[in-house]
């Protein structure tokens, strides 16, 4: 069964016999920033290393140094060696495919493979004459334009800062720029009121819901022209779309002035803002005065990215980079303030100790352009930080192997600790650098939150332990009704405020009072919360890790063993929001009563035992099958077996998604918006010779392991 259990938690090579689709293998769980740049590197012989000491001396041995000759058996050699190497790859790529095809394919690697995705510019379409690929006749065929028929337009998803409305209730929005000299505004992003024919609907979450527009789509020269992508480095650009096809682009081009990217200071500009408009802002958390009197105060975020020494800052990163402060911080007058928390992998450097140290580590690892935004860590910090006891004999399992101060089983200690010298915060967003997203990150994240603040919490806890189906269970209030339905008939009891359990020892810590209902569930018409900022949003359904076999879910540390393990929640992928009463509670339970569990695993848990606000966002999921609707539900909805759920054994199921720890479609897909050639497909002249470039409306995209243009 050990075997069995560790063969399919990894991930492999997705062929099915006659199809060319063969997404990129991934990791069972990301341990890529636990690696080094060498861990994937040839192991080289010392003879390669060393090269061949006297090369020259041996041909003119043989041949006596004629030039003629020496051509002659260069290109004899080096078409020998051409033709050997091309039949050894041959040769491999045969006995993988053979493999490939011999395996038995998982039931919805059957599923017909949707192509609507890949369906670009010029076959843009209204919102009101969009069909969805799944609801579209096979033999029907889709309009090509010559060029794309609708101009792209900017789009500006924030309130209107200079309103009457807007001026009633807050204080003035100043303007925020790049540099000091401010000659470059932050710049405006463009989409296209349309989408391509036939494009797909997701099957999980909805555009509506989360108040992302659903009528228009993306693509690279909107999305990313105006960060550098199509402009050349002798203006400030990146040159990426040299080898692009380039459809329309000219009229994208010619909205935006080119901005010289050299020489921006992002924290610095990001520090202007703030001073600029924190009249805006209520500052009791950082010790400073509240926004005018009568006015409200605008909450402030922390939007902070975990990276790592040794991690590579691509030009395609630079560019999500650039967008996450411009979008979310500078645009907004200083909502958001973007961060980088870069874990120092070796642990003899004693970056707490000298400020030298310290920034030399900082210089040699992050682009000059993000280090006024930057904040490192390590675990040899973590573990003065948190000094425990972490006693093994108070862990149930420990699944990995690992440390308790490592990375892998406590990335929460790093974020804890930073929302401690934070406290100016409302909220931090935790975000990985392997996700991606091609929509507005200041509608998605505000949409997100809006939404979330207006759920009531009865049954929410409910409502977000499952997948909305739009196409199976109607409007989300129709599904809420159902998960009411459902809840009765099962007989459950519903989460309805802190939850207890026993414990003995240094105990738990009280909960806080506000978290405590106002009424039974019974008496309560949906109204408790409604309006309450969540404390917690993830991206995955938030479920009983008891319920299933993930082979994480009693990795649980600091309660007494010799009780029932106590009850705990998880959500997969760390990426959250997480409220500043959260994130000061998790911190409390770590480091005076030395409780701690997986990291996926302990911000829902603590929101569970101290009744915090927590929900799942339902956030738009594509995949690349056309599943039936009724199989789809039941797989990821009702489960048979606790290891047929999508969290344990049946996490084959996201493979071909677009959001999961596991989902290989997600970067296929990704790579192909960018215009690179993907599994032998896609690319500039299959984009010329169809309907050019993919227009893909907003999505999140994980894991992004590679990525590159044409």
Same mark, same amino acid.
């Given at each position: 069964m050990g075997a069995i259990k560790s063969a399919l938690s990894l991930i492999p090579s997705l062929q099915v016999p006659g199809s060319k689709v063969a997404y990129q293998q991934l990791p069972s769980h990301d341990m890529s920033h636990a690696s080094t740049p060498l861990d994937e590197s040839p192991i080289m012989s010392d003879a390669w290393r060393k090269g061949f000491s006297s090369p020259r001396r041996r041909l003119g041995f043989l041949f006596r140094t004629s030039p003629k000759r020496l051509v002659i058996v260069t290109l004899t050699v080096f078409f020998t060696l051409v033709l050997l190497i091309g039949g050894s790859f041959r040769a491999r790529r045969y006995y993988a495919q053979k493999k490939a095809e011999e395996r038995i394919p998982y039931h919805w690697e059957l599923y017909p493979r949707m192509n609507g995705f890949y369906n670009g510019l010029r076959s843009l379409v209204s919102y009101s004459d969009w069909i969805p690929e799944q609801q579209v006749e096979s033999k029907s065929?889709?309009?090509?334009?010559?060029?794309?028929?609708?101009?792209?337009?900017?789009?500006?998803?924030?309130?209107?800062?200079?309103?009457?409305? %807007?001026?009633?209730?807050?204080?003035?929005?100043?303007?925020?720029?790049?540099?000091?000299?401010?000659?470059?505004?932050? @710049?405006?992003?463009?989409?296209?009121?349309?989408?391509?024919?036939?494009?797909?609907? @997701?099957?999980?979450?909805?555009?509506?819901?989360?108040?992302?527009? @659903?009528?228009?789509?993306?693509?690279? $020269?909107?999305?990313?022209?105006? %960060?550098?992508?199509? %402009?050349?480095?002798?203006?400030?650009?990146?040159?990426?779309?040299?080898?692009?096809?380039?459809?329309?682009?000219?009229?994208?081009?010619?909205?935006?002035?080119?901005? +010289?990217?050299?020489?921006?200071?992002?924290?610095?500009?990001?520090?202007?803002?703030f001073e600029k408009n924190k009249r805006r802002f209520n500052l009791e958390g950082a010790g400073g005065e509240n926004a005018t009197e009568?006015?409200?105060?605008?909450?402030?975020?922390?939007?902070?990215?975990?990276?790592?020494?040794?991690?590579?800052?691509?030009?395609?990163?630079?560019?999500?980079?650039?967008?996450?402060?411009?979008?979310?911080?500078?645009?907004?007058?200083?909502?958001? +303030?973007?961060?980088?928390?870069?874990?120092?992998?070796?642990?003899?450097?004693?970056?707490?100790?000298?400020?030298?140290?310290?920034?030399?580590?900082?210089?040699?690892?992050?682009?000059?352009?993000?280090?006024?935004?930057?904040t490192l860590w390590s675990e040899q910090l973590m573990r003065t930080y948190y000094p425990g006891p972490f006693r093994e004999e108070d862990n149930v399992e420990n699944h990995s192997k690992s +440390?308790?101060?490592?990375?892998?089983?406590?990335?929460?200690?790093?974020?804890?600790?930073?929302?401690?010298?934070?406290?100016?915060?409302?909220?931090?967003?935790?975000?990985?650098?392997?996700?991606?997203?091609?929509?507005?990150?200041?509608e998605f994240h505000n949409g997100i939150s809006n939404w979330a603040a207006d759920?009531?919490?009865?049954?929410?806890?409910?409502?977000?332990?499952?997948?909305?189906?739009?196409?199976?269970?109607?409007?989300?209030?129709? $599904?809420?009704?159902?998960?009411?339905?459902?809840?009765?008939?099962?007989?459950?009891?519903?989460?309805?405020?802190?939850?207890?359990?026993?414990?003995?020892?240094?105990?738990?810590?009280?909960?806080?009072?506000?978290?405590?209902?106002?009424?039974?569930i019974g008496d309560d018409d949906y109204q408790w919360g409604v309006g309450e900022d969540a404390d917690l949003i993830v991206f995955n359904p938030i479920f009983d890790p008891s319920k299933t076999n993930w082979v994480f879910r009693n990795d649980v540390t600091g309660y007494n063993t010799s009780l029932e393990t106590p009850p705990r929640r998880a959500a997969i992928i760390t990426v959250a929001r997480l409220s500043r009463k959260l994130l000061n509670a998790m911190h409390e339970e770590t480091y005076r009563y030395h409780h701690t569990m997986f990291p996926e695993m302990w911000p829902p848990t603590i929101a569970l035992h101290h009744g915090y606000k927590a929900v799942y966002a339902p956030h738009p999921v594509y995949f690349d099958r056309k599943w039936p609707l009724d199989v789809m539900d039941k797989i990821f909805n009702y489960p048979s077996a606790p290891h047929e759920s999508p969290?344990?054994?049946?996490?084959?199921?996201?493979?071909?998604?677009?959001?999961?720890?596991?989902?290989? $479609?997600?970067?296929?897909?990704?790579?192909?918006?960018?215009?690179?050639?993907?599994?032998?497909?896609?690319?500039?002249?299959?984009?010329?010779?169809?309907?050019?470039?993919?227009?893909?409306?907003?999505?999140?995209?994980h894991p992004i392991k590679t990525e590159s243009v044409e």
């Open positions: 065929k889709i309009a090509i334009h010559k060029a794309p028929p609708f101009d792209p337009v900017a789009v500006n998803p924030y309130p209107d800062f200079s309103s009457n409305e %807007y001026l009633k209730d807050h204080e003035p929005v100043q303007r925020c720029y790049l540099d000091d000299n401010e000659k470059y505004e932050a @710049p405006d992003v463009f989409a296209y009121p349309g989408i391509p024919a036939g494009m797909p609907a @997701p099957f999980w979450g909805s555009y509506e819901s989360i108040g992302v527009a @659903p009528d228009r789509c993306w693509e690279r $020269f909107g999305r990313f022209g105006p %960060y550098g992508y199509s %402009y050349n480095p002798a203006e400030g650009g990146l040159g990426l779309s040299n080898k692009s096809a380039h459809a329309g682009a000219e009229k994208v081009e010619e909205m935006f002035t080119k901005i +010289d990217y050299r020489g921006i200071n992002w924290g610095k500009a990001q520090k202007t803002c009568g006015k409200k105060a605008v909450k402030r975020t922390a939007y902070v990215l975990r990276t790592w020494t040794g991690y590579k800052y691509t030009d395609i990163q630079l560019l999500s980079l650039r967008a996450m402060i411009s979008e979310l911080s500078l645009k907004s007058g200083g909502e958001y +303030d973007v961060h980088l928390l870069v874990h120092v992998k070796d642990n003899t450097i004693p970056i707490w100790a000298s400020e030298e140290t310290y920034n030399q580590t900082l210089r040699e690892n992050v682009p000059e352009e993000f280090w006024e935004m930057t +440390d308790i101060h490592g990375v892998y089983r406590s990335a929460h200690f790093a974020l804890q600790w930073f929302a401690q010298q934070h406290q100016e915060y409302d909220f931090i967003w935790n975000w990985e650098m392997d996700i991606r997203y091609t929509g507005h990150y200041y759920q009531p919490r009865k049954l929410l806890w409910e409502r977000s332990s499952r997948f909305w189906i739009p196409g199976t269970h109607g409007s989300w209030e129709k $599904f809420s009704q159902l998960v009411e339905r459902e809840t009765k008939e099962r007989g459950e009891d519903p989460v309805w405020g802190p939850v207890t359990f026993p414990s003995n020892g240094l105990g738990v810590p009280p909960s806080p009072k506000e978290n405590t209902p106002p009424t039974t969290f344990g054994w049946g996490e084959h199921n996201m493979q071909g998604g677009s959001f999961y720890y596991n989902a290989g $479609f997600s970067g296929a897909l990704w790579r192909r918006w960018l215009g690179a050639k993907e599994n032998g497909e896609g690319g500039k002249k299959t984009e010329e010779r169809g309907s050019d470039r993919l227009c893909l409306r907003g999505m999140l995209y």
